[in-house]
């Protein structure tokens, strides 16, 4: 096993650990994974979600192919994000959850993403948004890079293991840089861009934090997070992005 397969592993093991031990990062992620799988398009095809790390996505969508860039013990497949083992037009859904920041070269997935999709097929993806407020929370509490350089597309050389990224890339992506994402890929027309999360998930704790309240809370916190829906803009630390793959002969306008 290289030093990366152990350090992605070990990793891995502790996210279990935190998975099982936090009842309010459960619920949370279980509100994530259901808005997932509400997204997915129904049309033939496979549905992989790729870097799928202790594959809980799975719970909530039956026949899922778990996958990650090396082999672990939760993944159903080795698949790399740049080159997808499927044939043209035969995959149903494409998920990434906290993915596509990872990726050293983004665009070699979307034009993968583009070619592998069936028509009406989605790219469903939830990632980290950088608002005011929670640009300034990452860089000061978070262990990732955060690059506002360039449209978010680059590749990357710094990303050199699975672990590395930059924070930024999916704010840069699909809200600053949105055109170019259309003119590059005419095809995958970018069909949602939710905001979400606003404090519910610091706290959880995520994967790595002690936990700041109980599992118990999470019902009348999720209700504040929704009246306060309106400050999404200035602090929204999440976003729900869908791209689907145009059918043939649909306006690209």
């Known amino acids: 096993m290289s030093p990366t397969s152990q350090t ?12 099982r031990e936090r009842g309010l990062l459960r619920r949370v992620y279980g509100g994530w994974h259901r808005e997932i799988a509400a997204r997915l398009a129904v049309v033939p095809g496979v549905t992989v979600e790729l870097g799928s790390g202790i594959g809980q996505l799975k ?3 039956p026949g899922l192919v778990t996958s990650d860039v090396e082999r672990t013990a939760w993944a159903d497949q080795v698949i790399d994000a740049e080159h997808l083992p499927f044939d043209d037009g035969t995959v149903a859904n ?4 906290d993915v596509f920041h990872h990726l050293v070269r983004p665009s070699a997935f979307l034009d993968e993403a583009q070619r592998v999709l069936a028509p009406g097929g989605r790219v469903v993806m939830l990632e980290p948004y950088c608002s005011p407020l929670s640009t300034i929370a990452y860089r000061r ?15 990357n050389p710094a990303i050199a293991a699975p ?11 699909f809200f600053r840089h949105a055109d170019e994402v259309g003119r590059r890929w005419p095809d995958l027309a970018i069909a949602e861009r939710t905001l979400t999360s606003l404090f519910l998930y610091i706290l959880t704790g995520g994967l790595s934090r002690r936990p700041l309240a109980p599992a118990a809370s999470y019902r009348p916190l999720h209700a504040v997070e929704k009246a306060l829906a309106v400050l999404l ?6 976003c729900l992005i869908v791209l689907e793959r145009r059918t ?5 306008s």
């Not at 043939?248 to 690209?252: I, L, S, T, Y």
Request: net charge negative; charged share 25%; aromatic share 8%.
């Open 233 to 238: 803009p200035l602090a929204a630390f999440r």
């Open 141 to 155: 509490f978070h262990h990732e890079d955060l690059d506002f350089t360039g449209t978010g597309l680059e590749e």
């Open 8 to 19: 992605l592993e070990a990793a891995l093991a502790d996210h279990e650990s935190a998975w």
């Open 163 to 173: 672990l590395d990224a930059n924070i930024a890339r999916p704010t840069l992506a």
């Open 94 to 97: 494409v998920v990434l959850v």
């Open 248 to 252: 043939p002969g649909a306006d690209a």
């Open 59 to 61: 719970e909530v969508v």
